[in-house]
């Protein structure tokens, strides 16, 4: 029979060693938890799926550090917590690249990341870029320059998960015939 480690065995082991099985077994033993809590704060599923995973990573990256005060429950607790709080204010970065996005899509002047993709300097890829419509270089900003991902692109673009990626293969089609 296997021995069950104390949480702050595991938070040890992932600190010093980047363990990976103690990761795991401190992910499946708190993120369900974690999970029900915050979604009884925020009815956005897709946002708490997103807290969550943030709030692991900061354990992972050792951007959050226990200091062995309380318990590990009440310290992630704060720190998923404090993440939504963060976007729902839209003071993550996503929720300002959003926010900045949304407010170039409104304007008529040309973008600072368009102009940086239309100035690119490798000749044809310029003037392909160029021709995409608007719809199809907003899916390879989003996805290719900002690297979000599928889900992320489509909260910030306003649309389906499947239009985006339906945009995108469009998009490298397009860039292909191009370019060929």
């Known amino acids: 029979m296997r021995e069950t480690r104390s949480d702050g065995d595991l938070l040890r082991a992932i600190a010093a060693d ?3 099985r103690a990761f795991e077994e401190l992910y499946r033993r ?3 938890w974690l999970l029900a809590r915050l979604r009884g704060r925020c009815a956005d599923a897709g946002l708490v799926d997103d807290v969550v995973q943030e709030t692991f ?3 992972w990256r050792g951007t959050a550090r226990y200091r062995e005060e309380g318990d590990v429950a009440g310290w992630l607790w704060r ?4 993440r939504l709080i963060d976007a729902l204010r839209g003071d ?4 300002r690249l959003r926010q900045a996005l949304s407010h170039l899509r ?10 940086v993709l239309a100035g690119v300097e490798h000749g044809d890829l310029a003037g392909a870029l160029v021709r995409l419509s608007p719809e199809l270089r907003a899916v390879l900003q989003a996805t290719v320059i900002d690297g979000l991902t599928t889900r992320e692109a489509a909260v ?8 985006v990626k339906t945009r995108a293969m ?3 089609k397009q860039l292909r015939e191009a370019l060929a």
């Open 18 to 20: 980047g363990d990976r």
């Open 30 to 32: 708190y993120a369900p």
């Open 57 to 59: 990573l900061a354990v």
């Open 79 to 82: 720190i998923g917590s404090r």
């Open 92 to 95: 993550g970065a996503r929720g």
């Open 106 to 115: 409104h304007r008529d002047e040309v973008s600072a990341e368009e102009r």
């Open 156 to 163: 910030l673009l306003g649309i389906p998960p499947g239009t």
């Open 170 to 172: 469009r998009a490298r």
